[in-house]
């Protein structure tokens, strides 16, 4: 596995782990519709979660939350709607973002951010 999806398996664990902390129900990871893809499900009673999780070694690139680009947030928003459809048990939906830097094997920075709008 090449080191950019070591490291960005690692950050999605950890962001699986900080969730069901916080009391979420880690219903998929890397949920596929299509071509779109969103990296964790979580659930908590009527709310189905949908977070993507951005990984980094270094900010030479810039922060990872920079790395969310329109297209990849309009992909995300059409991929809960797809899950919302097919899981009609849900009656509301949030989207999350949650952004790790990881410098060897120390997390030097966490960051979630809750229920933002696109």
């Known amino acids: 596995m090449a080191k950019h999806n070591e490291t960005g398996e690692k950050g999605e664990s950890l962001a699986a782990k900080m969730l069901q902390e916080k009391g979420y129900a880690i219903l998929h990871r890397n949920w ?14 009527d709310l189905a979660l949908f977070v993507e999780v951005k990984t980094r070694s270094s900010t030479r690139m810039g922060f990872p939350e920079e790395a969310i680009s329109p297209r990849k947030m309009r992909l995300l928003q059409e991929a809960a709607q797809a899950f919302m459809e097919e899981h009609q048990e849900f009656q509301r939906m949030q ?15 966490v960051q979630h951010l809750e229920d933002i709008l696109f």
């Open 95 to 109: 989207f999350d973002v949650v952004t790790f830097l990881i410098r060897g094997n120390v997390v030097t920075e």
């Open 32 to 45: 596929r519709c299509g071509h779109k893809e969103v990296d964790i499900i979580a659930s908590c009673g």
